[in-house]
């Protein structure tokens, strides 16, 4: 198949093998984007079952529109190849990174887990179940997003089996205990998965460890999994009620959908970007596709490292590091700068000043040797002689009529450097009102300098006062901060603001005005088929101690015939704070 196009998509690599199909790296040559190609393997084609379920797959990607979720572009049917070209993702699956990692720290392991429940919410609102979730399905790229993949086996809810009746179809470790038993599939058992899923990241194990198929069926139908903080004793104890919760034998024990178990997990550890240090290696771009490979004579950048490689600078000396700064573009347009000003100053002096004896100290980091000629101190001169020489020209500087009188007698603040001229060198002309050839200048009287006033002591203000106080079942009210409508994107921030305070024992814990975050968990425009849909699940509050507060509320939604609008202002009553403990001001 490499170097075949099949219209406009040239395949370029082998990417990976399953049990049903192959994928390949391919180029698309409209578009001129890299896109992953999934074809069916050439002994499938005539099954009639498989080939079913292939097409089930398009149809039940292109549906999905979540950044969660592994986006479907196309579906082609070329000859006897049915093929799906999909958004190429960059990155390691998540088995890949425990075998090479192990267990992960928990605040990675949650939020990644949490990304993972966003597009499968996304997935069961739509009426999707996955039936498959493992490692092996979930990539992490490179930028720190999660990709929910291959919904090969995937079921619309109430749908007709693909499958025989005698078989079942998943991965056997991550099945719940009534599918093995012959139930149907349902949130609550790809909720199981994700019990499983999360135990792996954590502990780097399965909550099982049969020796035989059997072996594990009978555990799954009958023992309780190994409890996690067994294997890791540091773990927060609400973990291990979390996924004694997930692992239950009975699916009507468990969380009833993904945005309970995402709240439940984020009052453990707040959703957040997840630590690419876990990628033990420097990232590496998408190999270049041949229409991409354009030349440029733009220099080449030399690409940065990791944030966990060997990046430790070496300590510079003073003179080093100063030859480094002056050498650099800045360093040279400063030193310019500096050379011009100090040939303006000396010029001045020459001119306007060879008759006052009174100025004994020279400009600092320079040598007076008499009236009419400076050089260099040895210090600077060794560091002139290190650069390079500044183009020759003649420079005309027209200097403000105030500083004139100013300039000759405070000592500058900053070393101030000098080029000595040189006999090939233009005569540097400065336009001023007194002309230097008058026998007898005026002189200008300076101006007194102001005396700074001294900075005024310091108040001495009381230390502010902390109490501790627990959070309860606080209610309080908010509003929409911004307007969204039915065309917002699932996972998208909305920010709300709080319109009452929430006060605890006299202490003011949610000030009127707080932040409110929330997030779009579903959005769709109307169709012809069905109504336009918002929702939006509110998260947290933010404390008068700039700490978050997870808020209980059920998600709040709203169905219309041609479009749903959440207009700025409106108001929400009876949200309720979490239990929880906070130390704020008083």
């Known amino acids: ?137 979930l990539m992490l790229t490179r930028e720190g997003m999660v990709k929910l993949m291959d919904f090969g086996i995937a079921r619309m809810v109430g749908s007709q089996r693909l499958t025989r009746v005698d078989r079942v179809v ?163 347009i400063l030193l310019g700068a500096i050379v011009i000003s100090a040939g303006i100053v000396g010029f001045w002096l020459v001119g306007i000043n060879k008759k006052d004896d009174d100025l004994k100290e020279p400009p600092f980091g320079l040598v007076q040797k008499d009236t009419t000629k400076m050089v260099f101190s040895p210090a600077v001169e060794k560091k002139r002689d290190s650069l390079p020489t500044i183009a020759q020209s003649e420079v005309v500087v027209r200097l403000p009529p105030k500083q004139e009188s100013a300039l000759p007698i405070e000592k500058p603040s900053k070393p101030v450097d000098n080029n000595p001229s040189n006999p090939g060198k233009k005569k540097v002309q400065v336009p001023m009102d007194e002309k230097p050839e008058d026998k007898n200048p005026v002189k200008e009287e300076p101006k007194p300098v102001e005396k700074e006033e001294k900075p005024k002591e310091p108040e001495h203000k009381a230390p502010v006062r902390m109490a501790t106080v627990e959070v309860r079942n606080e209610p309080f009210a908010v509003e929409f901060a911004q307007t969204i409508s039915s065309d917002a994107v699932a996972g998208q921030i909305v920010w709300l603001r709080a319109v009452s305070p929430v006060q605890i024992d006299g202490l003011t814990v949610v000030a009127t005005g707080a932040r409110v975050r929330a997030r779009v968990t579903s959005a769709r425009p109307a169709s012809n088929s069905q109504k336009a849909l918002l929702a939006v699940q509110f998260e947290a509050v933010e404390a008068v101690n700039n700490q978050w507060i997870a808020i209980r509320y059920p998600e709040y939604s709203d169905k219309a015939s041609d479009e749903v609008v959440f207009q700025q202002g409106r108001r929400i009553n009876n949200l309720r704070t979490t239990r929880t403990s906070l130390t704020v001001p008083f």
Do not use: C
């Open 1 to 137: 198949m490499i170097g075949r196009t099949l219209q406009n998509y040239h395949i370029e690599e082998l990417l990976g093998e399953g049990g049903m199909g192959t994928v390949y790296r391919a180029t698309d040559t409209f578009l001129r984007r890299p896109v992953a190609i999934k074809m069916l393997h050439p002994h499938l084609l005539r099954d009639a079952t498989f080939m079913e379920r292939f097409r089930n797959e398009a149809v039940l990607s292109a549906q999905l529109n979540h950044p969660n979720v592994a986006t479907l572009y196309n579906f082609l049917q070329v000859r006897s190849d049915n093929v799906m070209v999909m958004e190429l993702v960059d990155g390691m699956t998540l088995e890949r990174l425990v075998s090479k990692q192990g267990k992960l720290p928990l605040e990675t392991a949650i939020r990644i887990v949490i990304q993972a429940l966003d597009g499968l919410q996304h997935a069961h609102y739509k009426g999707i179940l996955h039936r498959d979730i493992k490692p092996a399905n």
């Open 170 to 332: 998943g991965t056997l470790e991550y099945m719940a205990p009534e599918l093995l038993n012959g139930a149907e599939p349902s949130v609550q058992s790809d909720l199981y998965a994700v019990g499983v899923l999360l135990y792996e990241l954590l502990t780097g194990k399965l909550p099982f460890e049969p020796a035989t198929d059997t072996t594990l069926i009978n555990q799954i139908l009958t023992k309780k999994p190994i409890s996690v903080r067994t294997r890791v004793g540091e773990l927060p104890k609400q973990i291990d009620e979390i996924l004694e919760v997930l692992l239950q034998k009975k699916p009507e024990k468990r969380f009833s959908k993904a945005l309970e178990l995402r709240q439940a997990l984020a009052l453990v550890v707040a959703p957040g970007p997840i630590n690419l240090q876990i990628f033990d290696t420097t990232p590496k771009p998408l190999p270049s596709t041949r229409l991409a490979d354009v030349k440029t004579d733009k220099p080449q950048v030399a690409p940065t490292r990791l944030a966990g490689a060997d990046t430790q600078p070496k300590k510079q000396s003073g003179t080093q590091q100063l030859k480094a700064n002056l050498l650099s573009l800045e360093g040279l």
